[in-house]
C-alpha cells in the first residue's frame, strides 16, 4: 500500500473547512495531519474530526504553520491568503486554493508563487459547475452571431453568510463567455435606475443571498424570440471538497505551476 497523502486543511473550522476534513477522513488514500485556523479562533486545540462531526483524528486545530505536510487545500478568506501564500511557498508545499474575493494583488502574488511550487487555483472545485462552464462558452461561441442579439446575464444564489458578491464562478463564467464573445465586452453588475436600454455587449452580474444555499448559477442566454437557461446547483458542500481532494491527489505529481481545475478534470 502507497503512503496517504499528507493534507492540511487551511480554514478547518469553517463550513468548507469542515467538509474537507470528513471526506478525507473517509478516503485511505489521504490523511488529514493539520488544521489549520487563525490564532484567535475560539476553537483552537478542538479536535478537527470531532469538529467535522467525524472520529477523533487526533488533530488539534491549530494556528501555527505545519512542517510536514504535502498538499495545503485552503478554503479561507481573502485575509488569510498571504500569509498561507508565503508558507507554502517557503515550504516548498503544494497548494489547492479555493477562496474566492482575493484582490488582484493577491491573485499576482499567487502567480509569482506558482514560479516555485504547484497551485491549483478555482472558484469552483465542483465537476458540475465546471462542466457548466464548458457549455456555456460552447452556447457563447454557437449564438454570438444570432440575428436579432443575444444576451447573457448571469443570476448567482448564495447561502446569507457569503462575504464576496458576485461569486468567483459567477466572475469565472462571465470571463469565459467574454472570451468567447470578444475584446469589448463589458461586465455589468446590477441595474438601478434609469439605466436606458441594455447594451449588447454587456454581460449582466446578478448577486442572491437568501438562506443557507450552498451554491447555485444559472446563466440566461436571451434571444428575440427564445432563451436557453444553464443552472448548476449545489444540495450541499461535498461537490466542493470531493473536489478540492481530487485536486490535491492530482497536483502532487506536478511540476511548479499555474492549474485550475479544467486541468484536474482534464476537459
Ligand atoms: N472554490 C470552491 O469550490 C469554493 C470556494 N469557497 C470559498 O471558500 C471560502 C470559505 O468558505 P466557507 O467555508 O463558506 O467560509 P467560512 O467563513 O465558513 O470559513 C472560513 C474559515 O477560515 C478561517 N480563517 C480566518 N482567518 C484565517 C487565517 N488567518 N488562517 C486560517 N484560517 C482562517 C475562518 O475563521 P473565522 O471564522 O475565525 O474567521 C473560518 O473558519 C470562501 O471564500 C468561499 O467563497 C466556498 C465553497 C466552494
Ligand atoms: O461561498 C460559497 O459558499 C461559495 N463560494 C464559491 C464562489 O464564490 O464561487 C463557490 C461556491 O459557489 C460556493
Not at 505536510?69 to 485552503?74: A, E, G, L, P, Q
Not at 461569486?167 to 468567447?180: C, P
Not at 455589468?188 to 455587449?201: D, F, S, Y
Request: proline share 4%; net charge negative; with cysteine.
Amino acid at each position: 500500500m502507497t503512503t496517504p497523502l499528507k493534507i492540511a486543511v487551511h480554514g478547518a473550522a469553517g463550513r468548507m473547512g469542515r467538509r474537507v476534513v470528513a471526506l478525507a477522513s473517509a478516503d485511505p488514500s489521504v490523511e488529514v495531519t493539520a488544521a489549520i485556523e487563525n490564532d484567535q479562533h475560539e476553537l483552537l486545540g478542538a479536535d478537527a474530526g470531532e469538529l467535522a462531526g467525524v472520529d477523533t483524528l487526533d488533530v488539534p486545530l491549530a494556528s501555527k504553520w505545519p512542517t510536514d505536510v504535502d498538499v495545503v487545500i485552503d478554503f479561507s478568506l481573502p485575509d488569510a491568503i498571504d500569509r498561507c501564500i508565503e508558507k507554502c511557498e517557503s515550504h516548498d508545499t503544494a497548494l489547492v486554493i479555493a477562496t474566492t474575493g482575493m484582490t488582484d494583488a493577491q491573485v499576482e502574488r499567487l502567480r509569482d508563487a506558482s514560479a516555485s511550487i504547484p497551485v491549483v487555483w478555482a472558484p469552483s472545485m465542483s465537476l458540475a459547475v465546471n462542466l457548466t462552464m464548458k457549455l456555456a462558452q460552447q452556447i457563447t461561441e454557437k449564438l454570438r452571431d444570432v440575428p436579432g442579439g443575444l444576451d447573457i446575464e448571469i443570476i448567482e444564489r448564495h447561502h446569507r453568510f457569503k462575504a464576496d458578491a458576485p461569486s468567483g464562478t459567477a466572475l469565472k463564467f462571465g470571463d469565459l463567455i467574454a472570451e468567447k464573445l470578444g475584446d469589448d465586452t463589458k461586465h455589468v453588475h446590477g441595474r438601478e435606475g434609469h439605466t436606458g436600454q441594455r447594451t449588447r455587449n454587456e454581460i449582466g452580474y446578478h448577486a442572491v443571498r437568501v438562506g443557507d444555499n450552498p451554491g447555485e448559477h444559472t446563466i440566461v442566454f436571451g434571444m428575440l424570440g427564445e432563451r436557453i437557461e444553464l443552472n448548476v446547483a449545489a444540495s450541499n458542500r461535498d461537490c466542493y471538497a470531493a473536489g478540492a481532494i481530487a485536486a490535491a491527489k492530482w497536483l502532487i505529481d506536478r511540476p511548479a505551476g499555474m492549474y485550475d481545475m479544467f486541468d484536474v478534470l482534464e476537459m
